[in-house]
Antibody
Framework: EVQLVESGGDFVQPGGSLRLSCAAS????MTWVRQAPGKGLEWLSV????????YYADSVKGRFTISRDNSKNTLYLQMNSLTAEDTALYYC???????????WGQGTMVTVSS | QSALTQPPSASGSPGQSVTISCTGT?????????VSWYQQHPGKAPKLMIY???KRPSGVPDRFSGSKSGNTASLTVSGLQAEDEADYYC??????????FGGGTKLTVL
């Protein structure tokens, strides 16, 4: 069974940028989901298995960009103009194509603070 | 897209059944048979328990079942066991290839 491993989480100042990576994601529709400390899940973005189609939640549209490099078996999430509200554990997940997520990584923590 | 509505908490004794509701709109839950449910234990990643309203992934006990009526989906856990104590989240396809989750329900096994 495929395993997903996120990386790239860090402590960043407001207004800053960060790129998250998710290894072992080739050939699948993939999604990013986040969970603020003590809060629920929030769907962020999805990318087709080829990478030519992407969709975003309104809360991150225009600031976050999902992409993938299938030759490297890696999914990315470029996050710009970060605010404290973006502080969360970020998960990548394999999407069954219907916004049902059957395989999850362990998450990578992003903290936005001055 | 607005979050789906779940009760913040639910509880039951071992062996009993408990049902958790998930209310959306005619644009998400009511429009598609693409409702999913996730179990999350503290400090762990979510685990898919139900997808497409009632389907169970391999390995999920048949004590977990899902259903939908109109804009409301439900997860029923029968024969409650101590290890079922966790947070449960519903999710739905929300049109425009977007997804949406509920706020989560903390299930306590008394």
């Amino acid at each position: 069974e495929v395993q997903l491993v996120e990386s790239g989480g860090d402590f960043v100042q407001p207004g800053g940028s960060l790129r998250l990576s998710c290894a072992a994601s080739a050939n699948y529709v993939m999604t990013w989901v986040r969970q603020a400390p003590g809060k629920g899940l929030e769907w962020l973005s999805v990318i087709s298995n080829s990478g030519d189609t992407t969709y975003y939640a309104d809360s991150v549209k225009g600031r976050f960009t999902i992409s993938r490099d299938n030759s490297k078996n890696t999914l990315y999430l470029q996050m710009n103009s970060l605010t404290a509200e973006d502080t969360a554990l970020y998960y990548c997940a394999k999407d069954k194509g219907t916004r049902a997520f059957d395989i999850w990584g362990q998450g990578t923590m992003v903290t936005v603070s001055s | 897209q607005s979050a789906l509505t779940q009760p913040p908490s639910a509880s039951g004794s071992p062996g009993q059944s408990v049902t958790i509701s998930c209310t959306g709109t005619s644009s998400d839950v009511g429009a598609y048979n693409y409702v999913s449910w996730y179990q999350q234990h503290p400090g762990k990643a979510p685990k898919l328990m139900i997808y497409e309203v009632f389907k169970r992934p391999s390995g999920v006990p048949d004590r977990f079942s899902g259903s939908k009526s109109g804009n409301t989906a439900s997860l029923t856990v029968s024969g409650l066991q101590a290890e079922d104590e966790a947070d449960y989240y519903c999710g739905s396809y929300a049109g425009g290839d977007k997804g949406v989750f509920g706020g989560g329900t903390k299930l306590t096994v008394l």
